[in-house]
């Protein structure tokens, strides 16, 4: 796959725009799926991936081609969730409360529309609240954890795209995994 | 018992898959023993499951689409080129046709010197040319960036080229007479003379067979 995408993003180099269609085809679910763990929001997740390919295109000519392609999307997509999150900090037990609720119409949809058999109403409401707990994390663990554990990406990966030591990333990702385990022992 | 101090430690490590072995002998004698390191250890790796097991989303529909709406206008030059790469045939055609007229254009720009077919009874006059009172000139005239004045008989067809052309009452053309001025007339003249001279070299071939 990747001697395709090198080949794609030489294309693209020189403007070629149904070329970058087909990377973004190739990578758009990872990445929204990032993007979507980290601020919680569908339409969030879509407007920080859909910025995030954008930026791709508008610097493409300053990506290094011995990177990954992935590597360098996810650090994008990372660094633009983290700047999102940040902006919205001083509200950010109101937005916690907002995508909660988000979270319980969906359920209250779910259960009104058809009735679920008892185990997978369970599995919505564990899903939902696993998602609830990654979200409390602050964003310098929650991007390592999900990297980790939602990209399933290795350690050298993610200190790649988060351009941070390997220790500090695996501090931060033994940091996430203490919080979150005091979250969801109950669970 | 006491718990050893880097004990959590020692868990995250054995879940990053980065424990040594002494280490690791370590972890295991004390989790046998302690029933509260134990339920630590166990709810970090049930929490892993946990995250790991939440489900794969997708991308909403036209994702792709609306990014590549929302990119700057494509360069021409770029569409018409993936365009070229795409029609081969089409694209050996219209570089052809390019170059035919390019190379026409630039014979028209370098063609602004006076000149005039060779004929008998001729008069040449600073850029203009005379076909005499009473003078008959055999075969086809043709005049470049200059005067025709025909006051006598040409037997034959007239072209004026980027020129003017004066045919006195007393004058007489037995073929055709042209006048080309502007570019694409030109071009039109050129053209036409070419497909004759393509027809001339078929035929001629078909004769000589
Ligand atoms: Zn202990």
Redesign the interface.
């Known amino acids: 796959m990747e001697t395709i995408v090198k080949k794609r993003i030489k294309q693209v180099k ?5 070329a ?2 087909e990377i ?2 190739l990578y ?2 990872r ?3 990032v993007c ?2 980290m601020l919680g929001n ?1 339409q969030e997740a ?1 407007d920080a ?2 910025e995030a ?2 930026r791709a ?2 610097n493409i000519s300053s990506f290094n081609e011995d990177l990954k392609f992935s590597t360098w999307i996810f650090r994008i997509a990372t660094n633009l969730c983290i700047d999102r999150i940040r902006k919205k900090k001083p509200d950010y037990y109101l937005d916690a409360e907002v995508s909660g609720t988000d979270g319980l119409t969906m359920y209250s949809q779910i259960a009104s529309d058809a009735p679920l058999p008892e185990k997978e109403l369970e599995s919505q409401e ?2 939902e609240t ?2 609830q707990e ?1 979200l409390k994390l602050p964003e310098k663990y929650r991007s390592a ?1 999900v990297l980790k ?2 990209e ?1 990406l290795s ?1 050298n990966e993610i200190s790649e795209i988060l351009d941070l030591p390997l220790g500090t990333v ?1 501090t931060r ?2 940091r996430g ?2 919080a ?2 005091k979250q ?2 109950h ?1 | 018992m006491k718990c050893p101090e880097q004990i ?2 020692w868990m ?1 490590d054995y ?2 898959g ?1 424990i040594d072995r002494e280490d690791q002998q370590k972890l295991n004698e004390h989790l046998q023993s302690c029933k509260e390191c134990e339920a ?1 250890f166990y ?2 790796k ?3 499951t ?3 097991g ?7 529909p036209n ?2 689409e ?3 709406a ?3 206008k ?2 021409k ?2 569409s018409a ?2 365009w070229l790469q795409h029609h081969p045939v089409l694209a050996a055609a219209s570089v052809f046709f390019i170059l035919m007229i390019g190379s026409l254009l630039s014979t028209w720009n370098q063609d602004h010197e006076f000149s005039v077919s060779k004929q008998n009874n001729l008069v040449v006059k600073n850029n203009t040319v005379i076909v005499p009172k009473g003078k008959v000139v055999k075969g086809d005239v043709i005049v470049r960036n200059g005067k025709l004045k025909i006051e006598g008989e040409v037997q034959g067809d007239v072209t004026v080229i980027n020129g003017e052309k004066y045919l006195a009452s007393a004058g007489h053309v037995t073929g055709e007479i042209e006048e080309v001025n502007e570019v694409f007339d030109w071009l039109w003249f050129y053209m036409k003379k070419t497909a004759k001279d393509v027809v001339n070299i078929f035929e001629s071939n078909k004769t000589e067979k």
Do not use: C, W
Request: proline share 2%; aromatic share 8%; glycine share 2%.
């Open positions: 020189k403007g070629d725009q149904n970058f269609g973004v085809e758009k679910d990445v929204y799926h979507f763990r569908k879509e991936a859909q390919f954008i295109y508008m564990l899903q696993i998602q990654i954890i554990y939602i399933e350690l695996k990702i033994h995994r203490e979150l385990r969801l022992r669970v | 959590v430690e995250h879940l990053d980065d630590i709810q970090l049930k929490t892993i946990l995250v790991q939440i489900s794969q989303i997708k991308a909403p994702f792709t609306n990014v590549l929302r990119l700057p494509e360069k030059k770029v080129k993936r």
